[in-house]
Each structure stands twice: as structure tokens, then as C-alpha cells.
T-cell receptor, first 122, second 107 residues
């Protein structure tokens, strides 16, 4: 059974930083691309960042490029998202998501964590 | 980035109805399209990938079709558990993008 557990969300002031983590279990973490997808309150879905199975390729939405940094530690089965220069419009639930195919860079999003809420407010 | 447009944004239907949701892409997707269902307060769930392949465990009343830039999700015989919001997502490039969503509510 796949489990994805996000942590690190909370309330942060504009301009500050926050780090999210996602612990994965139940599958071969090092074989799958991983993603962070966010959903602002009452809004749709946005894939903010994705990383290939081996960490060699990373993809960022224009809205976060230069501010967010995605990384993974395959030895610890953990995905990270470092968020800097946070803005109020970064307020959202952030989901950790497992890619469906093996050894790829991004495809359909097969399993989702429960999400962690990030609120950017003064 | 590839832009994804869903229609309608809201759809009112009754149990037993056949429901169709459309998703259009700004460029050809080579069938690299997925559909998701999301219920309030829950994470999305993958329903269909590669435009028409049903994910394991998804009821057969869900089906996907289309090619190129136009795709549809059909629910044949809407069930009470199907009232939710549905999203399409392209993966023709590694810059994954979603449609804006279609909320299916009770008529």
C-alpha cells in the first residue's frame, strides 16, 4: 500500500521561507518521478514542481520558478520542497504525488498524499 | 506551457444520467491525457490515463475518449458517489498542466 505523508505546512509571513517534506512508503521510491501539486482555497490544481526518478531533471511552474527548490533523497524515500520568498498567493494545500510510470519524468499522477496547508499571511 | 480548457465548469445532473465533460488542449497531446475525480476535502483520485485507459479499481461506468486536442470523460449512469469535481491533465510534456475543473452537482 502506497503511503505519502506530507509535513512542514503552517502559517508563514510574506517574504519568509518554509520547507515541506514528503515521506514515501509502499513502493520503490527511487523508480518514480515525484511531484508537488497545490490547490489554493476554492481553486483548481497546479503542479508546482516535479522531479525525475533519479533527481537529474526538475520542472517548475513559472509561478514558483526561482523561489521554490525541489529535491529528493532516494536513500531516505523522501521528497522535499524548499519555498523561499513566499507570497500570499502561495497559500494552498500542497500535495505530494507519485507518478504512475517508472523511470520517467512526469506522466499521470497515480497516488496523492493527504496534503499539507501552507498559509502565507502577515 | 500547454493550456487545458474544460467545459462546462459546472454541470447539474441526476442519478442515472449520462454525463459528458470535455477537455481541449492548446496543442496535440498524442493521447497523453489523464482524468481525476476530487471530492471536497480530499485529494484527487486518478480515474483514466492515456486518454482512455481505466485505472485499476475504477468503475466501468467511467470512460475516456478523444485524440489530438479534444477529449471527453463520460460517466454512464451517474451514481450518488460520482458527485464531485473532475479535472483533466496533460502530460505530453514534462510541464504538466490541468484543466480548470468541472463540478458535477445534483440537479
Amino acid at each position: 500500500q502506497v503511503h505519502l505523508v506530507e509535513s512542514g505546512g503552517g502559517v508563514v509571513q510574506p517574504g519568509k521561507s518554509l520547507s515541506l517534506s514528503c515521506g514515501a512508503s509502499g513502493f520503490t521510491f527511487s523508480s518514480h518521478a515525484m511531484h508537488w501539486v497545490r490547490q489554493a482555497p476554492g481553486q483548481g490544481l497546479e503542479r508546482v514542481a516535479g522531479i525525475s526518478y533519479d533527481g537529474s531533471n526538475k520542472y517548475y511552474a513559472d509561478s514558483v520558478k526561482g523561489r521554490f527548490t525541489l529535491s529528493r533523497d532516494n536513500s531516505k524515500n523522501t521528497l522535499y520542497l524548499e519555498m523561499d520568498s513566499l507570497r500570499p498567493d502561495d497559500t494552498a494545500v500542497y500535495y505530494c504525488v507519485k507518478d504512475k510510470i517508472m523511470f520517467g519524468g512526469g506522466s499521470s499522477l497515480q497516488q496523492w498524499g493527504r496534503g499539507t496547508l501552507v498559509t502565507v499571511s502577515s | 506551457d500547454i493550456q487545458m480548457t474544460q467545459s462546462p465548469s459546472t454541470l447539474s445532473a441526476s442519478v442515472g444520467d449520462r454525463v459528458t465533460i470535455t477537455c481541449r488542449a492548446s496543442q496535440s497531446l498524442n493521447n497523453w491525457l489523464a482524468w481525476y475525480q476530487q471530492k471536497p476535502g480530499k485529494a484527487p483520485k486518478l480515474l483514466i490515463y492515456k486518454a482512455s485507459t481505466l485505472e485499476d479499481g475504477v468503475p466501468s461506468r467511467f470512460s475516456g475518449s478523444g485524440s489530438g486536442t479534444e477529449f471527453t470523460l463520460t460517466i454512464s449512469g451517474l451514481q450518488p458517489d460520482d458527485f464531485a469535481t473532475y479535472y483533466c491533465q496533460q502530460y505530453n510534456t514534462y510541464f504538466l498542466t490541468f484543466g480548470g475543473g468541472t463540478k458535477v452537482d445534483i440537479k
